[in-house]
């Protein structure tokens, strides 16, 4: 099983990336998913999540500029980040959940520069 994320890198506040992160070995259609970050010096914390049906839910910081979701068909779930902070720097974790535990991408580093 390899969640491989991409899409990071340098952008300027108040720009836009869009994370992607690729499921093998692993149909994520009907398993829950999410992204979380880790800032240098700080924990992980969740930044979204998506529920097998569809559902969202998001951390308030977050809330209204990021929108995450879901291509079942490409097995891949996404992380659309707008109105970028330089709050926001940190490496980017895709997660899945199946009935054996989680599952974790490399990380993806987002780096926004104010």
């Known amino acids: 099983v390899q969640l491989q994320a991409s899409g990071g890198g340098l952008v300027q506040a108040g720009g836009s990336l869009r994370l992607f992160c690729a499921a093998s070995?692993?149909?994520?259609?009907?398993?829950?998913a999410g992204w979380y970050r880790q800032a240098p010096g700080k924990q992980r914390e969740v930044v979204a999540r998506i529920t097998a049906a569809g559902g969202t839910i998001y951390t308030p910081s977050v809330k209204g500029r990021f929108t995450i979701s879901r291509d079942n068909a490409k097995n891949t779930v996404y992380l659309q980040m707008s109105s970028l902070k330089p709050e926001d720097t940190a490496v980017y974790y895709c997660?899945?959940?199946?009935?054996?535990?989680?599952?974790w991408g490399q990380g993806t580093l987002v780096t926004v520069s104010s």
């Open positions: 997660n899945v959940l199946s009935l054996v535990g989680g599952y």
């Open positions: 070995g692993l149909t994520i259609s009907d398993k829950p």
